[in-house]
T-cell receptor, first 115, second 118 residues
Framework: DAGVIQSPRHEVTEMGQEVTLRCKPI?????LFWYRQTMMRGLELLIY????????DSGMPEDRFSAKMPNASFSTLKIQPSEPRDSAVYFC?????????????FGQGTRLTVV | AQKVTQAQTEISVVEKEDVTLDCVYE???????LFWYKQPPSGELVFLIR??????QNEISGRYSWNFQKSTSSFNFTITASQVVDSAVYFC???????????????FGKGTHLIIQP
């Protein structure tokens, strides 16, 4: 298995632009998570999906952030408009979300820089 | 609310020394899961171990061992005979049983930066 695949690996954009991060979870996993990592706040859960349905989006910082999971093999995290404080590494993770909270496997992350 | 505390921001030891990384957690649930992840300089997050709240048995995997004590809400990680390749940031994380019985998101500690000097 190729693992969780995220694209792009690096993104540099100007303030005000729309940014879309992409994630392909591990085949067969039914839970998908988006995390953000910054020096100040560490690793934070933004949103997670179970069977393509958003379960908890309380970690999404504000309305500029949105996430979708149109099918079991693809998810996007969109920031519109982007701001410099959105600069961070964004991780996608997936797991088999049956009873028993299996371990989450993380993608390589997308390093976003907003200038 | 759930919380994970890793009080050690950075630890530096000389190769071959044993080192223990501390993790203290808070949760009101009786069913929960504890994890350790490793983040090497390359940046990816690597799963190391998962423990559920009903299993307090200590675990050993090669040079790695974990001590789970519910009485002190701790889940400490020990590396025996450390090696330079162990240098990384190590995160402890907690997950509560989701409302639907499925996977819930992880709450991470701030991480401990472990430096193994040759």
């Amino acid at each position: 298995d190729a693992g969780v695949i995220q694209s792009p690996r690096h993104e540099v954009t100007e303030m005000g632009q729309e940014v879309t991060l992409r994630c392909k979870p591990i085949s067969g996993h039914n839970s998908l998570f988006w995390y953000r990592q910054t020096m100040m706040r560490g690793l934070e859960l933004l949103i997670y999906f179970n069977n393509n349905v958003p379960i908890d989006d309380s970690g999404m910082p504000e309305d500029r952030f949105s996430a979708k999971m149109p099918n079991a093999s693809f998810s996007t995290l969109k920031i519109q408009p982007s701001e410099p404080r959105d600069s961070a590494v964004y991780f996608c993770a997936s797991s088999w979300g049956g009873v028993g909270n299996a371990e989450a496997f993380f993608g390589q992350g997308t390093r976003l820089t907003v200038v | 609310a759930q919380k994970v505390t890793q009080a050690q921001t950075e630890i530096s030891v000389v190769e071959k020394e044993d080192v223990t990384l501390d993790c203290v957690y808070e949760t009101r649930d009786t069913t929960y899961y504890l994890f350790w992840y490793k983040q090497p300089p390359s940046g990816e997050l690597v799963f190391l171990i998962r423990r559920n709240s009903f299993d307090e048995q200590n675990e050993i995997s090669g040079r790695y061992s974990w001590n789970f004590q519910k009485s002190t809400s701790s889940f400490n990680f020990t590396i025996t005979a450390s090696q330079v390749v162990d240098s990384a940031v190590y995160f402890c994380a907690l997950s509560e049983l989701g409302s639907g019985g499925g996977a819930d998101g992880l709450t991470f500690g701030k991480g401990t930066h472990l430096i193994i000097q040759p």
